[in-house]
């Protein structure tokens, strides 16, 4: 199949040039000579292939940067900020601002590696904490995993919601990647819950009748077992005495020395408890803090948004560049008249003559400079290259050759 054949039917017109008169007074004669140069797809009659870059306005996206920092030296010329911008769309843009031949992190980046590094420190003492109860390391340990068992699981669990989630941090910090430090984020609250979650049980068991609690925890929930490993570890027997709800061992017995179990078991409890609910309510700012950090910052980990690939809806396509085309020809009309507009934009083809979509732009392109049929055909023969479309909206070409063997430079 022979490409070079290809028409300018192919693509219903929609790049060739506008010829005058620009603007149509009829609905559907293309743009009114009243439309809205900020917002072109709304006068169009076909806004669902209209890409959003229709109303991109050039005045409002200068390649350089004129706003200067506060504490920046006024002299020396303004440079464009690095990685950010329309420039983060540029092939091999830089992700992260560069100075003095080196990369540096900006300050969110920072802000989110230092609370990063608050949550990783105190997760992983707690998790130190937590195992060498478990272990037993502590003194009196093994009340803690008798009496408080339940505060004991869930600030185990919450110290190692709290390092995973700043392993995910560290991942999405160091690599530069905003999906992990989403799940960060989100993680951060996880973890916010499970850490409120032991200081309020703790809190609520202390201040709320503990002593009603140790009482119904004694007789009912520790079972004999229960109150053997606290007689050993606390030294006592029984509960108000060797008499009453005592296990037998061979320190506490009917004629032991030994006092009731109730007051140091009870006096044991109020310190620990207090310990624990403090613990926990004082990271509670240190949490709000990092997940204010990470929904603040994440998003801005590098100057550049998102992965630099151009939104969908904001692509070109042939749709947008005849509106384009044909909103130009109406501004010029407009403002110089048709006939200068038919001048200015002939003179634009021909410095552009080299993005032609068909073999009949190019024709009618040689004739206008050439003058003679002759040329025509040694210019389509020799010094065009045209290439099929790849896709509807996605048609490839190059510019006239140059040098052909049959080319002519008035062509170019």
Request: proline share 8%; with cysteine; aromatic share 8%.
């Given at each position: 199949m022979n490409h070079n054949n290809t028409s300018s039917s192919d693509y219903d017109g929609l790049l060739n040039?506008?010829?005058?008169?620009?603007?149509?007074?009829?609905?559907?004669?293309?743009?009114?000579?009243?439309?809205?140069?900020?917002?072109?797809?709304?006068?169009?009659?076909?806004?669902?292939?209209?890409?959003?870059?229709?109303?991109?306005?050039?005045?409002?996206?200068?390649?350089?940067?004129?706003?200067?920092?506060?504490?920046?030296?006024?002299?020396?010329?303004?440079?464009?900020?690095?990685?950010?911008?329309?420039?983060?769309?540029?092939?091999?843009?830089?992700?992260?601002?560069?100075?003095k031949q080196r990369l540096r992190w900006n300050r969110f980046k920072w802000i989110l590696f230092f609370s990063n590094a608050l949550l990783s420190i105190y997760a992983v003492a707690a998790l130190i904490v937590c195992l060498l109860t478990w272990f037993d390391v502590w003194?009196?340990?093994?009340?803690?995993?008798?009496?408080?068992?339940?505060?004991?699981?869930?600030?185990?669990i919450a110290s190692c919601i709290g390092i995973i989630t700043s392993i995910i941090g560290w991942a999405g910090i160091l690599l530069n990647n905003r999906s992990f430090l989403a799940w960060y984020t989100f993680l951060n609250w996880i973890t916010f819950a499970f850490l409120v979650t032991p200081g309020y049980i703790t809190y609520r068991k202390r201040t709320f009748n503990l002593e009603g609690k140790i009482n119904a925890q004694w007789s009912r929930a520790l079972g004999a077992e229960g109150r053997l490993r606290v007689q050993n570890q606390l030294e006592c027997c029984g509960y108000f005495s060797p008499f009453v709800e005592a296990t037998v061992s061979q320190t506490c017995y009917a004629r032991t020395v030994l006092e009731g179990c109730k007051g140091v078991y009870l006096d044991y409890e109020r310190f620990i408890l207090k310990r624990w609910f403090a613990a926990s309510?004082?990271?509670?700012?240190?949490?709000?803090?990092?997940?204010?950090?990470?929904?603040?910052?994440?998003?801005?980990?590098?100057?550049?948004?998102?992965?630099?690939?151009?939104?969908?809806?904001?692509?070109?396509?042939?749709?947008?560049?005849?509106?384009?085309?044909?909103?130009?020809?109406?501004?010029?009309?407009?403002?110089?008249?048709?006939?200068i507009a038919d001048d200015i934009l002939r003179k634009t083809r021909d410095r552009n003559s080299g993005n032609v979509p068909s073999n009949d732009s190019v024709a009618s392109f040689t004739m206008g400079s050439m003058g003679t049929p002759g040329g025509m055909g040694m210019g389509i023969g020799t010094g065009v290259e045209t290439h099929s479309p790849m896709a509807p909206f996605h048609a490839r070409y190059t510019s006239v050759g140059k040098g052909g063997p049959g080319s002519d430079s008035g062509m170019l």
């Open positions: 040039p506008p010829k005058a008169p620009f603007a149509s007074s009829s609905p559907g004669g293309g743009f009114p000579r009243s439309i809205s140069h900020d917002n072109l797809s709304i006068a169009s009659g076909t806004t669902g292939d209209l890409s959003l870059s229709v109303n991109y306005l050039p005045s409002k996206f200068g390649s350089l940067n004129q706003r200067r920092r506060k504490g920046w030296k006024n002299d020396g010329p303004r440079v464009p900020k690095n990685g950010g911008g329309l420039d983060a769309f540029k092939v091999n843009e830089a992700r992260m601002p560069q100075g003194d009196h340990a093994d009340v803690i995993r008798v009496g408080n068992r339940p505060e004991l699981i869930i600030s185990t309510f004082i990271l509670v700012p240190v949490q709000i803090a990092v997940i204010v950090a990470g929904l603040l910052c994440s998003d801005h980990i590098t100057y550049r948004f998102g992965k630099g690939m151009m939104p969908e809806r904001y692509r070109l396509n042939l749709t947008t560049m005849a509106a384009i085309m044909e909103n130009y020809a109406n501004q010029l009309a407009d403002q110089y008249g048709a006939d």
